[in-house]
C-alpha cells in the first residue's frame, strides 16, 4: 500500500464560513426527507395502495440502496472534490423525483422509488463526511451543523401536515420536489476541500488492506447494533402515521408529532456537547438501546390507557435517546477510531449496516401491521433488544485509545 499523502497547502486553509455552508447543506438536504418519512405512507394510503404493498414500496429501495449508497460513497473519495459528486446526486434525485406525478400504479412508483433511492440516499453520508473532514482538519464541531438538519426536518414535519390537512396527501410528491430543488442551489454552496488524504478503497483488491482499519470486532459489533436499533424504527416510519389517522388524528396533529419528536432530537444536539461528550461512545448506544425498547413497549399501550394525545408526545421525547443519541454516537465512533482516508468507505459500510436492517424491518412491518396493528410495537422491542447485546460486545472490544486528529 502507498504512503498516505500529506494534505496540500490549499487543503490546511480553513474554506470561509465552512461550519455556516455545512450547516446549510444539512438544513436543506433533510427538507424532502422531513416530508417523504412520515407523509409518502400516507400518499401511498391515499393512491389505494395495502398496507403490504407499502410495505413493500418502502422498503425495496432500502434494500438496493445498501448495495449501491457504499459504492458511490467510496468514489466521492476517489473524486476531485466530494462536494462534486453531492451536487450531482442532488440534481438527479430532483428530476427522478418527477416520476412521482406520472400515473400513481404500484410498477410506476415502486420503480421511481428504487431509482430515486440510489442518488438520494447517498446526500447524508456525503455531507456527513464534509463535515467530518472539518471537523477532523479545523477542529469543527459536528452536532452544531448537523443540528440544523434536524431543524429542517422538525419545519418540513410541521408546515407538511399543515398542507395536508389543507389540500390533501396528493401535495406530497410536489413538496417533496420543491425540498429537492431547493438543496440544489444551496448544494453549489457547499465547501470545496479536495480529495481526503487518500481514497478510501472498496475494490476487490483494495479491501483487503482496508480490513485492518475498518472490519474489526469493535466498529463492526457497533456499526451492527446501532443498525439494529435504528432499524427497530421500521415499523414506526412506516405505520405510524396511518395507525394515527387511523384513530382520527388530524393531519396536522400527525405533522406535530413528528415534529415533537425532532425536536426532542434536537434537544439532544443542543446539550450532548455539554452532558454526553465524556461519556464512553457504547455507553452512549447502551442509552439509546433501552430508550428505543421502553418507547416500543409504551406506544400500544397509550391510547387504550387513556392516555391520549399526551401520551403520544411523551413517548415521542424518547426520539432523542433512540435517534438522536445514536446518529452522534454513530459518529463520534468514526471520528475517533476511523482515520480520514477511510471515511468514506466508514459511512458506507454504517449506511449499509443501517439500511439493510431497516429494510428487512421495514418489508416485515406491513405483514406485521396488517395481523398485530399497533402492538406490532411489541416485536420492535425485541428488535432493539437484539441491537443492544450486539452494543454490549461491541463495549467489551473497545479500543484503548482515540485517534488524534
Given at each position: 500500500?502507498?504512503?498516505?499523502?500529506?494534505l496540500?497547502?490549499?487543503?490546511?486553509?480553513?474554506?470561509?464560513q465552512?461550519?455556516?455552508?455545512?450547516?446549510?447543506?444539512?438544513?436543506?438536504?433533510?427538507v424532502?426527507?422531513?416530508?417523504?418519512?412520515?407523509?409518502?405512507?400516507?400518499?401511498?394510503?391515499?393512491?389505494?395502495?395495502?398496507?403490504e404493498?407499502?410495505?413493500?414500496?418502502?422498503?425495496?429501495?432500502?434494500?438496493?440502496?445498501?448495495?449501491?449508497?457504499?459504492?458511490?460513497?467510496?468514489?466521492?473519495?476517489?473524486?476531485?472534490?466530494?462536494s462534486?459528486?453531492?451536487?450531482?446526486?442532488?440534481?438527479?434525485?430532483?428530476?427522478?423525483s418527477?416520476?412521482?406525478?406520472?400515473?400513481?400504479?404500484?410498477?410506476?412508483?415502486?420503480?421511481?422509488?428504487?431509482?430515486?433511492?440510489?442518488?438520494?440516499?447517498?446526500?447524508?453520508?456525503?455531507?456527513?463526511?464534509?463535515?467530518l473532514?472539518?471537523?477532523?482538519?479545523?477542529?469543527?464541531?459536528?452536532?452544531?451543523?448537523?443540528?440544523?438538519?434536524?431543524?429542517?426536518?422538525?419545519?418540513?414535519?410541521?408546515?407538511?401536515?399543515?398542507?395536508?390537512?389543507?389540500?390533501?396527501?396528493t401535495?406530497?410528491?410536489?413538496?417533496?420536489?420543491?425540498?429537492?430543488?431547493?438543496?440544489?442551489?444551496?448544494?453549489?454552496?457547499?465547501?470545496?476541500?479536495?480529495?481526503?488524504?487518500?481514497?478510501?478503497?472498496?475494490?476487490?483488491?483494495?479491501?483487503?488492506?482496508?480490513?485492518?482499519?475498518?472490519?474489526?470486532?469493535?466498529?463492526?459489533?457497533?456499526?451492527?447494533?446501532?443498525?439494529?436499533?435504528?432499524?427497530?424504527?421500521?415499523?414506526?416510519?412506516?405505520?405510524?402515521?396511518?395507525?394515527?389517522?387511523?384513530?382520527?388524528?388530524?393531519?396536522?396533529?400527525?405533522?406535530?408529532?413528528?415534529?415533537?419528536?425532532?425536536?426532542?432530537?434536537?434537544?439532544?444536539?443542543?446539550?450532548?456537547?455539554?452532558?454526553?461528550?465524556?461519556?464512553?461512545?457504547?455507553?452512549?448506544?447502551?442509552?439509546?438501546?433501552?430508550?428505543?425498547?421502553?418507547?416500543?413497549?409504551?406506544?400500544?399501550?397509550?391510547?387504550?390507557?387513556?392516555?391520549?394525545?399526551?401520551?403520544?408526545?411523551?413517548?415521542?421525547?424518547?426520539?432523542?435517546?433512540?435517534?438522536?443519541?445514536?446518529?452522534?454516537?454513530?459518529?463520534?465512533?468514526?471520528?475517533?477510531t476511523?482515520v480520514?482516508?477511510?471515511m468514506?468507505?466508514?459511512q458506507?459500510?454504517?449506511?449499509?449496516?443501517?439500511?439493510?436492517?431497516?429494510?428487512?424491518?421495514?418489508?416485515?412491518s406491513?405483514?406485521?401491521?396488517?395481523?398485530l396493528?399497533?402492538?406490532?410495537?411489541?416485536?420492535?422491542?425485541?428488535?432493539?433488544?437484539?441491537?443492544?447485546?450486539?452494543?454490549?460486545?461491541?463495549?467489551?472490544?473497545?479500543?484503548?485509545?482515540?485517534?488524534?486528529?
Amino acid at each position: 500500500m502507498p504512503p498516505l499523502q500529506t494534505l496540500s497547502p490549499e487543503q490546511l486553509v480553513k474554506p470561509r464560513q465552512f461550519e455556516l455552508r455545512i450547516s446549510l447543506i444539512f438544513l436543506t438536504i433533510f427538507v424532502s426527507l422531513g416530508i417523504h418519512l412520515p407523509y409518502f405512507p400516507l400518499w401511498l394510503e391515499a393512491k389505494g395502495f395495502a398496507a403490504e404493498e407499502i410495505a413493500i414500496i418502502l422498503s425495496a429501495p432500502m434494500f438496493l440502496r445498501v448495495v449501491t449508497t457504499p459504492f458511490i460513497t467510496a468514489m466521492a473519495d476517489r473524486a476531485k472534490d466530494r462536494s462534486n459528486i453531492l451536487v450531482l446526486m442532488i440534481a438527479t434525485a430532483l428530476l427522478l423525483s418527477l416520476g412521482y406525478f406520472l400515473q400513481p400504479t404500484y410498477t410506476v412508483v415502486l420503480g421511481v422509488s428504487l431509482v430515486l433511492a440510489v442518488f438520494w440516499t447517498p446526500q447524508t453520508p456525503l455531507a456527513d463526511s464534509l463535515a467530518l473532514s472539518g471537523v477532523r482538519r479545523f477542529g469543527s464541531v459536528y452536532a452544531k451543523m448537523r443540528i440544523w438538519g434536524s431543524i429542517s426536518f422538525l419545519v418540513a414535519n410541521f408546515i407538511g401536515g399543515a398542507i395536508i390537512a389543507a389540500y390533501g396527501a396528493t401535495t406530497v410528491p410536489a413538496m417533496i420536489s420543491v425540498g429537492l430543488a431547493v438543496a440544489l442551489v444551496l448544494s453549489f454552496f457547499a465547501p470545496r476541500l479536495g480529495q481526503p488524504r487518500k481514497a478510501s478503497p472498496l475494490s476487490a483488491t483494495d479491501i483487503q488492506e482496508a480490513a485492518p482499519k475498518l472490519l474489526n470486532a469493535y466498529f463492526l459489533f457497533f456499526v451492527v447494533g446501532a443498525g439494529i436499533i435504528i432499524a427497530s424504527h421500521g415499523f414506526l416510519y412506516g405505520f405510524v402515521s396511518i395507525y394515527w389517522k387511523s384513530i382520527e388524528l388530524s393531519e396536522t396533529l400527525v405533522g406535530l408529532l413528528w415534529a415533537w419528536a425532532v425536536v426532542a432530537e434536537v434537544g439532544m444536539f443542543m446539550i450532548f456537547t455539554r452532558v454526553f461528550s465524556n461519556i464512553r461512545t457504547s455507553t452512549l448506544l447502551v442509552m439509546a438501546g433501552v430508550a428505543a425498547m421502553a418507547r416500543w413497549l409504551l406506544y400500544p399501550l397509550i391510547w387504550p390507557a387513556g392516555l391520549g394525545v399526551i401520551g403520544f408526545f411523551a413517548v415521542q421525547t424518547l426520539h432523542a435517546f433512540s435517534t438522536g443519541l445514536i446518529l452522534i454516537g454513530l459518529q463520534k465512533m468514526i471520528g475517533e477510531t476511523v482515520v480520514e482516508e477511510r471515511m468514506g468507505a466508514a459511512q458506507g459500510i454504517a449506511y449499509f449496516a443501517n439500511g439493510f436492517a431497516m429494510a428487512a424491518v421495514t418489508l416485515f412491518s406491513g405483514a406485521l401491521y396488517d395481523r398485530l396493528g399497533v402492538d406490532g410495537f411489541f416485536v420492535m422491542a425485541g428488535v432493539a433488544a437484539i441491537g443492544l447485546g450486539f452494543i454490549l460486545l461491541a463495549a467489551k472490544s473497545a479500543p484503548k485509545r482515540r485517534l488524534g486528529r
